[in-house]
């Protein structure tokens, strides 16, 4: 909302403002509303008058305020209790009764205008209140067909065309809800209605009555059946509705075509089991369109066949197939009339039927390609921007449907749309650019790759869709010419998606291409080398690296004279895209290459030459980087492994610089390779061999400098491995490190890794190697050592965690000892440990039943402390395993709220304990409450809520901010009517809190304050709290107030766009009344002017989007106009608009059209002869700072200015020629000739900021402007003082 006295951003230059010198006139010079007024208060009415006894008497009642319908001050009010309708002398009834209460649904929509002050929603209101009235005093029930009966009734009685377009408004909702055989039955009776009145009100001023009759007759036939449609009356009565569709009013014409649509798509019977193909009605629509468009013929404004072509853009899907050939002949020739907007309407149309996809009985497969071919005469100029655009989308749409019908033929044309759309990447226009790019990669989506699964290997000589697609490669890859340079970033885009789809059976004619962008990517200052790599890799993982590299090799062998290696961009491109491929050319070709490369390198390093070392020390961990991308879904796990597997276990063993690297290679292979179960044995089969190596490194301490990340590494890969590993092994692993843990000779680090190597290892096992694993671990539940504790408690976590399997067994059959050590080791539990304890008891608790009751009671304690813990996630867990608690007494029973009364018992106890537990136990009922509130009863949370309540009085901030977050949760949880009864006791305990506590926990209070005041109002709230809480509560107020305004401006402006696009009854002409006319403002004055000049730009807009201008031969030579392009000569664009835009290059330019390149003396001499331009380098520095060229240029123009004489002419006189007085800078007079900043003179004021007193600064308009001023004052003061400071700290030195 606007402040007061200000008007909101965009306003003022809407108002109408006083001329200079009439602000004190008293009035308006235009007064023609008054004029009409005078003239119709003087004279007697011509026609009939409207001022009747009824009229009179509705007058009275509407003034004496017995029928406003004003906002209520409860919103959720029924209708019924609003005490403006409730005052009458009769029954508690008015006129709009009928319509206050209402029960049929279908009217709900007309509840929104009862507060509108438009004339024509009241009169709907009243109409709907007088038929409702009518109905019951016959005894009716409110049915559509009551409704229906009624209000037909009414039309036929009714005179005025306001009241004739509220009833059809109320016709058109109810019809769409009566039965149809009703509307079958009664349809000549109906149809003859709406006819009568739609000739009636063809010519009439008024437009609303006649729109609302249109969608009654369109809703009326749309309800018809089959058979009806042979009847010659239903015929004529839908021709009557088809010619409203080029009606001259923008409305009438919208409502018609729209019923026509909706009546041809969306009759029943055209979703019924014997629906036909196409709307019986179908073909005279389709004859119409064609003869209104040649009776139109080609005449300057063609409005009848832009109409026309609106239609047809939603009809011609509907269409049988020979008159869509019909309405396509048609389109192509009214685009011959080189109108441009009958020309993109005409594109539309066809857009739109291709877009829909229609079957062969709408659109053949002949048909479609005659379009194709026929539109290729039609193809817009490279300069027409607009038309260019809409044609390739167009054609994109055809191709894409034409596939989808014929396979073999739509591949067949797509050749010749390649070769065409890869010129408009020789178009200046980006947009055409970009457009034609996406129109080619969506048909390589939607109509190639489908089908290449189909298609057998692509080469030059192949025939049939293979050879289509050569050709289509072909045109894509002669975008890489030097013509297309400007268009590479797309060409590469293209090839990208082309490699993607097509290269696993293209590789043979795409091989010349990879070598050619392998020789673009080396030439120097190549821009789009993310775009090509990002092709490459396309082709990488379509092809396969094996065949990428046969047609552009590494080139790199180990046997280099330089070393240079100008295809090792290759490698990084191939690890991020290779997968699903053969593993085995991994150990064939990268593999030995490693190796030779590590030997050159290991050579080098002896040899002395460390840099040339290091270059290939690189490349050779470069490829082994490869392996996990070749681990990727391989296609030949089971065959290739085996010769792998040796080499990956010596590279774990021996290689730290490749240890994580064939780690993260076994766990892709085991994750994404073996997803067969031939793969998964063959991998499985080495878990003897990898897992000791990788045991034996995770045992190794990590050294003074090493990251410990390659032993992270090292334990998921085991984790992973062990999920393919044979249960036997898993047991013999396992019970060789029970016997390193109970080693006495083991150092602590030694047992913690045996620890974490047995938590990974304890899901895997059987039931018998999990209890001797229990009975190893047992006693370091009790351990000292806090790490040997809390990894024994971590065992204990993953064998509690199973699902199933023999973990979930051993827990089922070891319940009760499982129990009694958890119980015992509670005193003894360290707080790192506490988070795997609490898990493991979650795990457990889920199993428990009703006779382990006892045990969660132990429990209880040691869970509330633990609300607090330091550790997060021991937090977390304790929150989860008190709510795990809960449903486990839910499941003891028997009645719900009985078995949580009977768990919040247990917890009571801590409210009267140590501080600490007090508050403990707050957080868990807080939390409890949060969770289980539908469950737990009021009388439960009243209680305590008031028991929290007298712990506000505490005096340790701990407790307090645990009650305040209770009270939070209570106001949310309770329901108002409950709470409402806890009001004041709360309020008073808060009231009560100290001076210390209301300071600290300002914010929760006015958080609560908030929501108190949401519930229960502020006078209630302000009531009940001391008066030192009051200006906190206005300012909530205030707030709240603010916010509320916000939220009813987004929501008006939500529901005023919600209204424009629904279908609104239109606003009727003003009326001819008195009251009428003079309540007419000046405002609507300005809105006329201002909607006519808006007209006025529409209609010069629109005269400049139908303009076309004739591109001239070139030369001399004249243009000949029975030439098939012609088309493309006529232009949207003006020819030659942009063609003195001529691209910089940094050098000028002869007149024969020579580069002139100068030395840097001569380019120094013109540019001092030229003076205005300036240095390139200097410009793009500039440019980079951040500083615009228009302020050097300034600078510079200053600077000659400086250079320049003084003028001869010496000002004198007034006006222009008053002589202008430089402003004197405030302090200019202290400024040092010599030195920084500013020096003392004697008898003068220090030389401090002074800002001299100027009344200009008041003004608030002028606040901006000044504010930043004098801003680098105080900045520059502390600076100059900092530097003096220092300078006095220089000469104090010795």
Request: glycine residues 6%.
């Amino acid at each position: 909302m606007g402040r007061s006295g200000k008007l909101p951003s965009g306003v003022s230059a809407k108002l109408k403002r006083w001329k200079k010198g009439h602000s004190s006139d008293s009035n308006p010079s235009i007064s023609r509303h008054r004029q009409a007024a005078r003239s119709r208060f003087f004279s007697r009415p011509s026609g009939k008058s409207d001022l009747t006894v009824d009229a009179v008497k509705l007058h009275n009642e509407l003034q004496s305020g017995s029928l406003r319908l004003g906002k209520r001050a409860d919103p959720e009010m029924p209708m019924e209790e609003d005490p403006a309708l409730a005052v009458t002398e009769k029954s508690s009834g008015t006129f709009l009764s009928g319509l206050s209460d209402c029960t049929n649904v279908t009217f709900s929509k007309v509840q929104r205008f009862w507060e509108s002050n438009s004339a024509a929603h009241k009169e709907i209101c009243a109409v709907l209140a007088a038929v409702t009235e009518v109905i019951r005093s016959q005894g009716g029930k409110e049915t559509e067909t009551e409704y229906f009966a009624a209000l037909m009734t009414t039309m036929e009685a009714v005179e005025s065309s306001e009241s004739l377009a509220a009833v059809a408004y109320l016709l058109n909702l109810v019809l769409k809800r009566v039965p149809s055989p009703v509307l079958i039955k009664k349809f000549s009776d109906t149809s003859k209605a709406f006819m009568d009145i739609m000739s009636a009100q063809a010519s009439s001023g008024s437009t609303s009555a006649l729109r609302w009759v249109l969608s009654c007759l369109a809703t009326l036939l749309r309800k018809q059946d089959l058979e009806a449609w042979g009847y010659p009356l239903t015929l004529q009565v839908y021709h009557g509705l088809l010619s409203f569709t080029v009606h001259a009013k923008p409305k009438i014409r919208k409502a018609a075509q729209h019923g026509v649509c909706s009546m041809l798509k969306g009759s029943d019977f055209m979703f019924g089991e014997k629906a036909p193909a196409h709307h019986p009605a179908a073909v005279s629509t389709a004859k119409f369109c064609i003869q209104e468009i040649e009776k139109a013929g080609g005449s300057k404004e063609a409005t009848t066949t832009l109409h026309m072509l609106t239609l047809l853009k939603d009809m011609l899907p509907c269409f049988p197939e020979g008159l869509v050939k019909s309405c396509s002949e048609t389109l192509l020739r009214v685009m011959t009339l080189s109108h441009v907007l009958v020309t993109a309407c005409a594109m539309q149309a066809f857009h739109n039927l291709f877009h829909a996809k229609p079957s062969l009985s709408t659109l053949s497969v002949e048909l479609n390609a005659q379009i194709i071919t026929a539109l290729y005469d039609y193809v817009p100029s490279e300069n027409d921007l607009q038309p260019l655009l809409a044609w390739l989308k167009v054609m994109e749409k055809a191709h894409i449907n034409l596939v989808r019908l014929q396979r073999d033929l739509g591949l067949g044309h797509l050749a010749r749309f390649f070769g065409t759309a890869m010129t408009c990447l020789l178009s200046p226009h980006s947009p055409v650019v970009i457009a034609a790019t996406q129109s080619l990669k969506e048909i390589l989506k939607e109509c190639v790759a489908p089908h290449m699964a189909d298609i057998s290997t692509v080469t030059f000589s192949a025939s049939g869709p293979a050879q289509y697609i050569a050709k289509m490669f072909r045109a894509v890859e002669e975008g890489l010419t030097y013509k297309f340079h400007a268009s590479w970033s797309f060409v590469l885009q293209l090839l990208c998606v082309f490699f993607e789809v097509c290269g696993k059976q293209a590789h043979p004619v795409m091989k010349k291409c990879l070598q050619s962008l392998c020789d673009l990517r080396l030439s120097p200052h190549f821009p789009h080398t993310a775009a090509l790599d990002q092709a490459v890799g396309a082709a990488v993982t379509s092809m396969g690296p094996e065949v990428v590299l046969q047609a552009v090799p590494l080139e790199i062998d180990g046997s280099e004279e330089t070393l240079d290696f100008p295809r090792s961009w290759l490698l990084p491109v191939i690890r991020d895209h290779v997968r699903e491929t053969r593993l085995a050319f991994f150990t064939t070709y990268f593999l030995p290459l490693a190796n030779t490369l590590k030997s050159k390198a290991m050579d080098l390093a002896q040899a002395g030459s460390t840099v040339e070392s290091k270059i290939y020390d690189t490349l050779q961990w470069q490829i082994w980087t490869l392996l996990p991308g070749f681990c990727t879904r391989p296609t030949d796990v089971a065959a290739s492994f085996k010769g792998l597997a040796r080499t990956l276990g010596t590279a774990i063993s021996e290689r730290p610089d490749l240890r994580v690297t064939v780690c993260q290679a076994l766990r892709t292979l085991i994750t994404k390779g073996c997803e067969t179960d031939a793969d998964r044995v063959e991998v499985s089969r080495f878990a003897k061999n990898f897992l000791p190596i990788l045991f034996n490194l995770y045992g190794q301490p990590v050294g003074e400098g090493d990251t410990p990340a390659p032993r992270r590494a090292v334990l998921e890969t085991i984790k992973t491995y062990l999920t393919i590993t044979d249960s036997q092994l898993v047991n013999g692993f396992l019970e060789k490190a029970s016997e390193k843990v109970l080693d006495s000779a083991s150092s602590d680090f030694t047992r913690l890794s045996v620890l974490d190597l047995v938590v990974a290892l304890a899901p895997h096992a059987d039931e018998s190697a999990i209890s001797q694993l229990y009975s190893t671990i047992r006693p370091y539940l009790e351990s000292k050592a806090h790490g040997v504790q809390k990894k024994a408690y971590r065992v204990l976590e993953e064998v509690c965690g199973c699902t199933q399997g023999p973990g979930a067994q051993f827990v089922q059959n070891h319940l009760d000892e499982l129990k009694k050590t958890l119980l015992d080791s509670l005193r003894t539990t360290s707080s790192p440990a506490k988070r795997p304890r609490l898990k493991c008891l979650i795990h457990i608790v889920k199993k428990l039943s009703a006779e382990h009751e006892e045990f969660i009671t132990a429990l209880i304690p040691e869970v509330i402390l633990c609300t607090k813990e330091v550790s997060v996630g021991a937090r977390k867990n304790a929150f989860a395993l008190l709510v795990e608690m809960g449903h486990a007494f839910l499941r003891f029973g028997p009645n719900q709220e009985e078995a949580l009364q009977r768990y919040l018992i247990l917890i009571y106890p801590g409210l009267v304990g140590a501080v600490t537990m007090v508050s403990c136990s707050i957080l868990a009922l807080t939390h409890l409450l949060f969770e289980f509130k539908g469950l737990m009863g009021s009388s439960t949370v009243e209680q305590l809520l008031e028991n929290v309540c007298l712990l506000l009085a505490s005096r340790t901030r701990d407790v307090v901010k645990s009650a305040l977050g209770f009270i939070k949760v209570a106001v949310v949880v309770m329901d108002v009517v409950h709470l409402a009864k806890h009001v004041q006791l709360v309020m008073e305990a808060i009231g009560k809190l100290s001076d210390d506590m209301r300071r600290h926990f300002r914010m929760k209070l006015r958080n609560l304050f908030t929501k108190f005041i949401r519930k229960f109002g502020f006078e209630l709230v302000k009531g009940l709290l001391p008066e030192e809480y009051h200006k906190v509560l206005v300012n909530i107020r205030k707030a709240e107030t603010r916010a509320k305004k916000h939220r009813a401006l987004n929501q008006a402006a939500m529901e005023e766009e919600e209204e424009e696009e629904e279908e609104q009854p239109a606003a009727q002409g003003k009326g001819d009344s008195i009251e009428e006319i003079l309540a007419d403002s000046e405002e609507e004055e300005d809105n006329e002017k201002e909607e006519r000049s808006r007209d006025k730009e529409q209609r010069k807009l629109a005269r400049q989007r139908s303009r076309a201008w004739l591109k001239e031969g070139g030369g001399d030579e004249p243009l000949n106009f029975l030439d098939p392009k012609v088309a493309q000569r006529v232009l949207a664009t003006q020819p030659g608009s942009d063609q003195g835009k001529k691209k910089d290059h940094g050098f000028k330019v002869s007149a024969d059209g020579r580069l002139i390149i100068r030395e840097e003396e001569e380019v120094d001499k013109v540019e001092e002869d030229e003076g205005g331009k300036e240095d390139d380098e200097m410009a793009s520095l500039m440019e980079d700072v951040g500083i615009r060229k228009k302020k050097l240029k300034w600078h510079k123009e200053a600077e000659d200015e400086e250079m320049e004489t003084p003028p001869q002419y010496q000002a004198g006189g007034t006006g222009i020629h008053r002589p202008m007085v430089k402003k004197t800078i405030p302090g200019a007079e202290y400024k040092a000739k010599k030195a920084k900043g500013d020096v003392k003179k004697k008898g003068r004021l220090d030389p401090y900021a002074y800002i001299p007193l100027n009344r200009t600064k008041l003004n608030r308009r002028k606040k901006v402007k000044l504010q930043g001023q004098f801003k680098g004052l105080v900045k520059a003061a502390q600076r100059g003082s900092q530097m003096g400071h220092k300078l006095r700290k220089k000469d104090r030195r010795p």
